[in-house]
């Protein structure tokens, strides 16, 4: 899937639920909305928090559209660490595959040594 079939999953989805769901969906219409949002990991999966309530879903290189208001955020910051985060998480459970905007990488590997989680993939 590519960045514009993403954001156009979003509209089609939005549409649908238009249609089954005029009470809930007839007002949300897919809307960019320039506002920066930091992302985080949680069980293993990056999302940021849209103003709405809803966790949207992201990962590096991508927006977060929100499925529930409709905003696309294009602006997302994650962490430049990504891949090492990801790769130090990846080796814990899935509930314990939590990380935060300024948790270090010196803390993740702390926190699995603590837990018996081998440096070793
Ligand atoms: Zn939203």
Redesign the pocket.
Same mark, same amino acid.
């Given at each position: 899937m590519t960045v514009e079939g993403y954001v156009a999953a979003q509209a089609a989805f939005i549409a649908r639920n238009a249609q089954a769901l005029p009470g809930r969906y007839a007002a949300v219409h897919p809307h960019e909305v320039a506002r920066a949002l930091e992302a985080y990991i949680n069980h293993g999966r990056w999302l940021v928090d $849209?103003? $709405? %309530?809803?966790g949207?879903m992201t990962a590096p290189g991508w927006p977060a559209c $929100?499925y529930? $208001? %409709?905003?696309i955020y294009r602006d997302v910051h994650i962490s430049a660490d990504a891949d090492q985060i990801e790769a130090l998480l990846s080796r814990r459970p899935i509930a314990h595959q939590n990380w935060k905007a300024g948790e270090s990488l010196a803390l993740l590997r702390a926190e699995n040594v603590q837990h018996g989680i081998s440096e070793e993939g």
């Open positions: $849209c103003p $709405c %309530g809803n949207v $929100c529930s $208001c %409709g905003a």
